[in-house]
């Protein structure tokens, strides 16, 4: 689709969702030049109220007002999971481009009607997947790409967090599978979603899951064992009982030339960078880091900046609906492998 904005136009942003993410959203918007916050929307009128007077924008109590506003080029979706599907599909009716928070949704069927309905409408489909904006992780990236490795056999990711029973407490679709709880689908997203984007297609998985310190429907525990269709091996391990609070959020990488670990809160800190191939700029990589004062990381500015270079019709998305996807897949599949006690084999799985 031909973008219609002109270079020095601002693209207009209207929030669904006042929680803890949308703070993150609406903070780098506010850093970019060219984008504009109009209007926020949430259920409960005072929220609303009080974001929009911060923000000094429209506020809105039903998302539907929202997406009648002319002025709203996109929409993020900032709600629980499981309300994605339903408002990036009407977003998209309404002629909304789409930037929907992490996991895209609960379900495959769900997600094919986002991308569906966003490519019918003509309108982009964004979904958050801003760790891969991190530099070490930008830096893994590019070594893979350039074969370093040599062979790769071996990935893992591992998330070592803490959450107490008062968060799971706090909203229901926190502690609820069909909502999108658990910590498969809701905290290791982001890393499971780097163990697919890096190691590619996944031949098959078996997992287990376990409830071991909170009163929930869901997990709060997840282990994985990986084939990828590449020949490597891999392991997702997940959980949210550490004690006394988050430990890390990694990814491993072992190739037959090469071994690198990005590790701290959330993929952030290079801890480990060897290669056989030594360059001079190896000991500058092997500090690569960044501090960020939470999860979130810091990676959300070079996301919404390609969501607006997208916009503005320079390129395609780097994280578009079909990028964001493939990570739902396996989380699915694990949840089935853990139900089942079986290995999954995902191309029998995504024909189901």
């Not at 109590?61 to 900032?78: A, F, R």
């Not at 040599?150 to 706090?170: A, M, P």
């Not at 499971?192 to 078996?206: N, Q, T």
Request: hydrophobic residues 40%.
């Amino acid at each position: 689709m031909k973008s219609i904005f002109p270079a020095h136009k601002k693209i207009r942003f209207g929030i669904i969702g006042c929680g803890r993410i949308s703070k993150i959203h609406t903070a780098v918007l506010n850093q970019l030049p060219g984008a504009e916050i109009c209007a926020v929307c949430d259920i409960v009128e005072e929220r609303a109220k009080a974001y929009a007077e911060e923000l000094k924008c429209f506020c809105y109590t039903d998302y539907h007002d929202l997406l009648k506003s002319k002025e709203i080029d996109v929409v993020n979706i900032c709600t629980p999971t499981h309300m994605h599907v339903t408002m990036a599909v009407d977003a998209a009716l309404a002629g909304k481009h789409v930037v929907t928070e992490k996991p895209m949704a609960t379900t495959l069927a769900d997600a094919d009607k986002m991308i569906e309905t966003c490519k019918r409408n003509g309108v982009k489909l964004f979904v958050v997947k801003q760790n891969r904006y991190n530099p070490p992780i930008v830096k893994l990236k590019e070594a893979i790409s350039e074969g370093r490795f040599g062979k790769i056999f071996f990935g893992k990711t591992s998330v070592y967090w803490q959450r107490d029973q008062k968060y799971y407490n706090e909203h229901e679709w926190f502690r609820t599978r069909d909502m999108g709880g658990g910590v498969l689908i809701n905290q290791a997203s982001h890393n499971i979603d780097m163990l697919c984007w890096l190691l590619g297609p996944v031949e098959s998985v078996y997992a287990k899951i376990q409830t071991f310190t909170h009163s929930i429907e869901t997990e709060d525990f997840g282990l994985g064992i990986i084939k990828f269709k590449n020949g490597a091996l891999g392991v997702i391990e997940a959980t949210t009982c550490v004690y006394p609070k988050n430990i890390e959020g990694s990814i491993t990488i072992f190739g037959e030339n090469g071994s690198v670990k990005v590790g701290g809160i959330q993929m952030n800190h290079m801890q480990l960078w060897e290669f056989k191939d030594f360059r001079n700029e190896d000991e500058i990589y092997s500090r690569c880091a960044t501090l960020p004062p939470n999860v979130y990381g810091y990676g959300h500015i070079k996301f919404f900046e390609d969501v607006l270079r997208v916009i503005k019709g320079s390129g395609i998305a780097y994280v578009d609906g079909n990028e964001g996807k493939p990570s739902l897949e396996l989380i699915l599949a694990m949840y089935k492998s853990a139900e089942t006690g079986k290995e999954i084999v995902m191309s029998e799985f995504l024909r189901l």
